[in-house]
């Protein structure tokens, strides 16, 4: 089944001298996982109870980041035990999703029976 892993991590966050988003990022493509997203947040608070801004007057110091990754539960937990040592005290979710769109081109011809064997997508159409 799809899952969708989200890690929680601030914006200022560093692993040896490199944003911790990118480090998780280029593990997850080096796994060969389906793909990682990372989302800048504009505010807020988690564990520690305090706002955080990007407003002008807080100047917009040590933001949230979302880092989002897709694949199947079972090697996304395998991921997350890799790099334990990456998002020790970290808020990490996983949750199963419904795909309904990759992205890529659909196959025609020999290629689309061979993806569906079943002639349901002719019986869509």
């Known amino acids: 089944m799809p899952a969708r892993l989200t890690i929680h991590i601030r914006e200022n966050d ?5 944003p911790l988003s990118t480090e998780i990022v280029h ?5 060969g996982l389906a ?6 947040g504009e505010e807020g608070y988690g564990v520690s109870q305090r706002i955080h801004t ?3 007057l807080s100047l917009g110091d040590d933001l949230p980041c979302l880092v989002i990754i897709v694949d199947t539960a079972e090697r996304l937990r395998a991921f997350v035990t890799d790099i334990a040592e990456l998002v020790t005290r970290r808020l990490v ?3 199963e999703v419904e795909v309904l769109e990759t992205g890529r081109p659909s196959p025609t011809g020999a290629a689309a029976e061979a993806a569906d064997p ?3 997508r002719k019986e869509r159409a």
């Open 14 to 18: 560093q692993w040896h001298h490199r």
């Open 27 to 31: 593990r997850a493509h080096a796994a």
């Open 35 to 40: 793909g990682a997203t990372v989302v800048h």
């Open 54 to 56: 990007q407003r002008i």
């Open 93 to 95: 979710t996983l949750e």
């Open 118 to 120: 079943t002639g349901a």
